[in-house]
């Protein structure tokens, strides 16, 4: 069984850093590809990031390019977002995705809550 | 950026009936990169279609996908308690990958 687990959310002042986590388990973590997706409260979704199965090749949204950085560890099956410069509107829930081979996101991890205010 | 466009809204409907759901690209993709995915309250998205028209793992066969170019349409043939959601489309044919606003059912 699939599973993603996201953690490191939390409470951040403007213009301060959290790392976010997200362990998988129940597939070959190294051979997919994998993203962000986030949610500000009462919204839609937004794709902030998505990093190839090697890690070599990563792609951002205007939004938080530039701020953040996503990388993985495929020895720890563990995919990260590190997040700098955090601004009010970076409030959301971050959800991690595996990116199947089509490229669609087939499994949705549980959320992890950022929240930026002073 | 492609942009999706999704209506309505929000669509009331009681247990039992049709829904029509639709989503309009800003321009033409392919619908092998075109997708549907459910979202409950609280919960994580669920895929539901992805290649515009095959169901995930797990889907019952109420929900069907269909379309091409820039207009998509998810139908749920005979609505079910647990389908009243928040229904969001998605394209992953170009960067970045985008979806729609999302479209609310809600129990008439």
């Known amino acids: 069984e699939v599973q993603l687990l996201e953690s490191g959310g939390g409470l951040v002042q403007p213009g301060g850093s959290l790392r976010l986590s997200c362990a998988a388990s129940?597939?070959?973590?190294?051979?997919?590809?994998m993203s962000w997706v986030r949610q500000a409260p009462g919204k839609g979704l937004e794709c902030v990031s998505t990093i190839s199965s090697t890690g070599v090749n990563t792609h951002y949204a205007d939004s938080v390019k530039g701020r953040f950085t996503i990388s993985r560890d495929n020895s720890k099956n563990t995919l990260y977002l590190q997040m700098n410069s955090l601004r009010a509107e970076d409030t959301a829930v971050y959800f991690c995705?595996?990116?199947?081979?089509?490229?669609?996101?087939?499994?949705w991890g549980q959320g992890t809550l950022v929240t930026v205010s002073s | 950026e492609v942009v999706l466009t999704q209506s309505p809204g929000t669509l009331s409907l009681s247990p039992g009936e049709r829904a029509t759901l639709s989503c309009r690209a800003s321009q033409s993709i392919s619908s092998s990169y075109f997708a549907w995915h459910q979202q409950k309250p609280g919960q994580a998205p669920r895929l539901l279609i992805y290649?515009?028209?095959s169901r995930a793992t797990g889907i019952p066969d109420r929900f069907s996908g269909s379309g091409s170019g820039t207009d998509f349409t998810l139908t749920i043939s005979r609505l079910e308690p647990e389908d009243f959601a928040v229904y969001y489309c998605q394209q992953y044919g170009s960067s970045p990958y985008t979806f729609g606003q999302g479209t609310k059912l809600e129990i008439k």
């Open positions: 290649g515009a028209s």
């Open positions: 995705a595996k990116v199947g081979l089509k490229s669609y996101f087939d499994y």
């Open positions: 129940g597939f070959t973590f190294s051979s997919y590809a």
